[in-house]
């Protein structure tokens, strides 16, 4: 019985602990003592000494709760922007005309002036006068002196239009040059060295161009133009040349083909005063052409048909004769790695219309009468070109030209002059040879900032015929190899360093040795290195070398160039 009562109590204690330590009302909780243990055999187990009771109801808690969305108090004050004036500033003014003066050793001149108007939306003007003369600075030749003179006069005029772009020129050029070549030991074996005497030059010229500015792809007009010159020298020798071109694109376009046209008109006129010769040249070319890409490759295939149709008289007699050529004109381009390698390859062909003026320009000292005739050359050639690094490119190319009436130039080397209207002169006469050769050219170029490197090398093999007579001993003048490297550093904005290094080697000038002269000749190192200094930024000075070895070495057969050299120059901008 008491323990019955204990138990009854301990309950009762229980019950008033758990409700003290609730702060809220948790509701009704029934407990129900079970009877006295009675004991059954069959299931009896060992009972232990604690007193045992069983919750015979569970009831679940009532709670009540919800989720109500609430946003977060978040602050941010952005910085106020600042208002913006728009208005116009003024630029610099660039620099419009330029004085350039400088002096060389060998008693060298150079006087430069540039004038232009200031800028234009509509029209701009400039004229550029340049005078450039040498008197002396050779050796082991017969005269002391080697005079020669450029004097230059160029006016040119660009107007803009609505939709086209109007360019016209005009100038005249007086250049003169002695005929020096004249060894000291021919002296010696009892040669009367003759006078000197100049191979003087005048042109006149002018040109008329108009471009269409946008050109769209209705545009069937794209570009035309007109040329002149007038040539005349010393020896009674004229020359009119006059050549029209123009540039016509067809609208039709098939997934990016586009089809073009060029057609060029060049007719040159020609007459030899000491022999009473006259030469007329008419060429007319005609470059339908197709342009587009395929398949990832840029191409263009056409044709170049030329026209050529020669006249001359000499002595009373004349003759007449028409060539027919035809050019296939392919250029492909692929990009086989992207902005990293491209691979190119073509084939193209013309003709050239040769004339006094330009067998002139390339070699000053021709007879003054010469032979005359269009050059044609095919060139088949491939490549790749594309960058090892972000500042080094390159372009390996390589190729084979066919060529029909190629000039080049050959001084007799038996005899030390060639007579010439009852006087000698060591001149050259003109070749006109046939063949092919062929040629490698590698380049490789750095650019970085301030820093420019840039280094080349070409491989040409000859296998060429004069006059269908079998092959030509050498290629007069034409060289095997050459390799050069040319660099530029600017220096903290003021000095500009130029440097370089060229190699020309493998010339020869004569099917065999001859009297005075070796077939072979030397070979060309050339070092130069030029120094620029901007006092501000409208004055500037520069210190040019050349030849730093002072090589001696000739530039045509006879002909040897001036050795060490320094010139001097100052230009003022405004």
């Known amino acids: 019985m008491m323990k019955k009562v204990g138990l009854i109590f301990a309950l009762i204690c229980t019950g008033f602990s758990f409700v003290n330590a609730q702060n809220e009302e948790v509701g009704n909780v029934e407990v129900n003592v079970v009877d006295q243990y009675k004991a059954n055999i069959k299931e009896a187990v060992k009972i232990s000494n604690q007193p045992g009771f069983v919750d015979t109801t569970t009831i679940k808690l009532p709670v009540q709760y919800g989720i109500k969305p609430q946003m977060l108090s978040f602050k941010y004050h952005p910085e106020v922007l600042q208002p913006m004036r728009v208005g116009r500033i003024r630029l610099g003014k660039l620099p419009q005309n330029m004085v350039r003066l400088g002096a060389r050793n060998y008693g060298t001149a150079l006087a430069e002036i540039v004038l232009s108007n200031s800028r234009s939306k509509t029209f701009n003007w400039d004229l550029d006068i340049r005078h450039f003369s040498s008197q002396k600075g050779v050796k082991d030749v017969a005269y ?5 003179m450029i004097n230059e006069v160029k ?3 660009r107007w803009i239009l609505k939709n086209y772009r109007l360019d016209a020129k005009a100038g005249l050029d007086w250049n003169s040059h002695s005929y020096y070549g004249i060894p000291n030991t021919a002296e010696d074996v009892g040669v009367v060295i003759p006078d000197i005497q100049k191979n003087a030059f005048q042109r006149y010229f002018g040109a008329v161009n108009v471009d269409r500015v946008f050109k769209g792809k209705k545009a069937i007009f794209q570009k035309a133009g007109i040329n002149y010159h007038y040539f005349t020298n010393n020896w009674e020798t004229n020359e009119q040349l006059i050549s029209g071109t123009s540039y016509w694109r067809l609208p039709q376009e098939v997934k990016s083909h586009l089809l073009g046209a060029e057609l060029n008109v060049d007719w040159q006129s020609t007459q030899m005063g000491v022999n009473n010769f006259d030469r007329n040249q008419l060429n007319v070319k005609f470059f339908p052409k197709a342009m587009g890409r395929y398949m990832g490759v840029n191409y263009t295939l056409g044709l170049n048909l030329n026209f050529y149709n020669s006249s001359e008289s000499l002595a009373g007699t004349e003759e007449s004769g028409f060539i027919t050529y035809l050019f296939p004109e392919i250029a492909l381009e692929a990009e086989l790695v992207k902005n990293v390698l491209f691979a190119f390859g073509g084939w193209t062909g013309d003709v050239t219309v040769n004339g006094i003026y330009n067998l002139t320009k390339t070699n000053p000292f021709l007879l003054p009468e010469t032979g005359i005739t269009p050059t044609a050359l095919n060139k088949v050639y491939g490549g790749l070109e594309g960058a090892i690094a972000k500042n080094i490119s390159y372009k390996l190319e390589g190729g084979v030209n066919f060529v029909r009436s190629l000039p080049l130039f050959f001084r007799s080397g038996d005899s030390l002059t060639v007579p010439y209207n009852g006087e000698n002169l060591p001149a050259f006469e003109t070749v006109f040879v046939r063949g092919n ?21 070409e491989y040409f093999e000859y296998n060429l015929y004069k006059n269908n007579s079998g092959d030509l001993e050498n290629a007069y003048h034409l060289p095997t190899l050459k390799i050069g490297v040319d660099a530029m550093q600017k220096l903290k904005e003021k ?4 440097a370089g290094v ?18 072979k000749m030397k070979n060309i190192v050339d070092v130069n290195l030029g120094i620029g200094y901007n006092v501000n930024n409208n004055f500037s000075a520069r210190l040019d070398f050349a030849n730093l070895l002072s090589q001696e070495y000739e530039i045509w057969l006879g002909y040897p160039s001036q050795r060490f050299r ?5 230009m003022y901008v405004f």
Do not use: H
């Open 144 to 148: 002391d002196k080697t005079p020669y």
């Open 155 to 157: 006016l040119g005029g």
């Open 437 to 457: 050769f062929v040629y490698a050219r590698g380049e490789i170029t750095y650019n970085r900032k301030n820093t420019s490197i840039n280094g080349y090398g």
């Open 495 to 498: 000095f500009e360093v130029r």
């Open 502 to 519: 060229a190699f020309v080697g493998g010339r020869k000038a004569l099917d065999a040795d001859g009297q005075f002269y070796k077939a």
């Open 566 to 570: 320094v010139m001097l120059s100052l």
